[in-house]
Nanobody, 122 residues
Framework: QVQLVESGGGLVQPGGSLRLSCAAS????????MGWYRQAPGKQRELVAR???????NYADSVKGRFTISRDNAKNTVYLQMNSLKPEDTAVYYC????????????????WGQGTQVTVSS
């Protein structure tokens, strides 16, 4: 019922920039939070950045000062502006949303996108 569609990944040189987008669609009553996670080969999935419905943000220490998360509530979309990219940023980036579906207004569910590859290499 709820789908997350990600875009913006790709190949970029160190020091370059990318902007990821994630749009939520479907039977949505409200979105309490949206964020980005990433997973590199052989590593656990980790939080990159998160933004709540109230506008509070959280960032991984490794991306603070380089990445910025933002949202467009009217479009149910979250963005991740990634600047000064490093090879260690290479990973599959997953969008996540905490959603209250219209059919279940008393409950919150976590939804995931299918991921978008970000590769930082010279």
């Amino acid at each position: 019922q709820v789908q997350l569609v990600e875009s913006g990944g790709g190949l970029v040189q160190p020091g370059g920039s990318l902007r990821l987008s994630c749009a939520a669609s479907g039977s949505i009553f409200s979105i309490n939070a949206m964020g980005w996670y990433r997973q590199a080969p052989g590593k656990q999935r980790e939080l990159v950045a998160r933004i709540t419905s109230g506008g509070s943000t959280n960032y991984a220490d490794s991306v603070k000062g380089r990445f910025t998360i933002s949202r467009d509530n009217a479009k149910n979309t979250v963005y991740l502006q990634m600047n000064s990219l490093k090879p260690e940023d290479t990973a599959v980036y997953y969008c996540n949303a905490r959603v209250v579906p219209r059919e279940s207004r008393h409950y919150e569910y976590s939804y995931w996108g299918q991921g978008t590859q970000v590769t930082v290499s010279s």
